[in-house]
């Protein structure tokens, strides 16, 4: 690996410890016990994630996390899609996604809690609403940009609609599909901590508020580092899965520069 390739890799963390030190002095120069200096945050962490309970409710939230984001994906690729090549799709679902957009999903949390109760269903939905919107959008985007006579080749070659759909349509927009997902991820992982704080049963955003509520400010900061660190690593998973996906998409950076 050049260099370069070193400091991109390492770049990353070098930025997580500045951020710690910086952190580390804030607190030790303000000096209250709302505030516990980063070595205090993370002296905390093992006694966390080595407590059964602890380690149960954050693996829930990866759960309910998984599985609103699994539902979002697999109803948002195909709207997205359809509304990218269908004017009549895309005029009956631009205005609604216009006046869902705006709101805050969290805000809809209260609601569906008399719904649907405090339990996964509530929460799943929540995190299902919050991912649909981008996946959608960036589906919608890619779809679009398909240029027509690939599809009249297809056409051409005897393919059915649906066939051309699969074939051209999906491929061509995977990259703008695969970003969309990539901040859909994010957004998971916001709206899951988000309902757990509203609806208190279990789960990582469940011991973060309790947390808050005992005075435990040590572990409150540890969770905050933790959800972090949940953040990086699925962020650096999906992005190392969507690279491999559209390789062929990608600049390459060693590609001489010809001007013949």
């Known amino acids: 690996m050049t260099a370069r390739g070193v400091l991109k ?31 205090e945050a993370i002296k905390a962490i093992p006694s966390i994630l080595g407590d059964k309970g602890s380690l149960l409710n954050i693996l829930d939230s990866i759960r309910r996390m998984a599985i609103g984001l699994v539902l979002a994906v697999m109803f948002s690729i195909p709207l997205g899609l359809l509304m990218g090549r269908i004017k009549a799709v895309a005029s009956f679902f631009n205005p609604l996604m216009m006046i869902i957009y705006p709101v805050p999903k969290a805000a809809l949390m209260p609601i569906i809690m008399l719904w649907m109760g405090v339990g996964d269903v509530s929460k799943i939905l929540v995190i299902f609403l919050g991912v649909s919107l981008p996946i959608i959008y960036h589906a919608f985007q890619g779809s679009k940009a398909v240029e027509e006579k690939m599809l009249w080749s297809g056409a051409a070659m005897g393919m059915s609609a649906p066939m051309r759909m699969l074939r051209i349509v999906l491929p061509a927009a995977l990259p703008e599909i695969l970003t969309g997902c990539r901040t859909g991820l994010v957004l998971a992982l916001i709206t899951m901590i988000t309902s757990e704080m509203i609806a208190r049963q279990s789960g990582a955003g469940n011991i973060l508020f309790n947390s808050l509520d005992m005075a435990q400010y040590d572990t409150v900061f540890a969770m905050i580092l933790i959800i972090g660190a949940m953040g990086i690593v699925f962020d650096a998973a999906f992005e ?3 690279l491999s996906l559209v390789r062929w998409s990608q600049p390459r950076d060693d590609m001489p520069l010809s001007f013949t």
């Open 240 to 242: 190392k899965l969507r």
């Open 9 to 39: 890799t390492l770049s990353p963390l070098f930025a997580c410890i500045g951020l710690l030190c910086v952190w580390q002095v804030a607190s030790l120069r303000l000096d209250t016990e709302s505030f516990p200096t980063a070595l």
